[in-house]
């Protein structure tokens, strides 16, 4: 997002966390113990609160905000996937 939309690198990194909780929520039952004493037991909840709290901070927190559709979405995150950090990714 930094590199094609010229977004301002935390913004990039920051926008896409409640997607990323929600994929990450289910993957490892001691990470989801950790989930839960943050937010709850609900990850739609969860997802809802974190989703909240940064649009109360300015970020927006939907692709579509910066410009992207969804087939460019999903070219961004499957090359994203491919690479190292990807492989590492919390929810891989």
């Keep these: 997002m930094t590199l094609r939309h010229g977004l301002p690198h935390g913004i990039a ?5 409640p997607f990323v909780l929600g994929l990450a929520w289910g993957c490892d039952p001691s ?3 950790v989930f839960e004493s943050l937010f709850g ?3 739609k909840q969860a ?3 974190l989703r909240d709290f940064l649009l ?3 970020v927006k927190t939907e692709f ?3 410009g992207v559709g969804p ?7 499957t090359y994203a ?4 950090r990807g492989k590492n990714f919390i929810a891989a």
Excluded: K, N, W
Aim: net charge negative.
């Design 13 to 17: 990194c920051s926008f896409t966390l």
């Design 31 to 33: 990470r989801d113990l």
């Design 41 to 43: 037991p609900d990850r």
């Design 47 to 49: 997802q809802a609160h």
């Design 56 to 58: 109360s901070v300015g």
């Design 64 to 66: 579509e905000d910066y």
């Design 71 to 77: 087939d460019e979405q999903a070219a961004m995150i």
């Design 81 to 84: 996937m491919q690479g190292a």
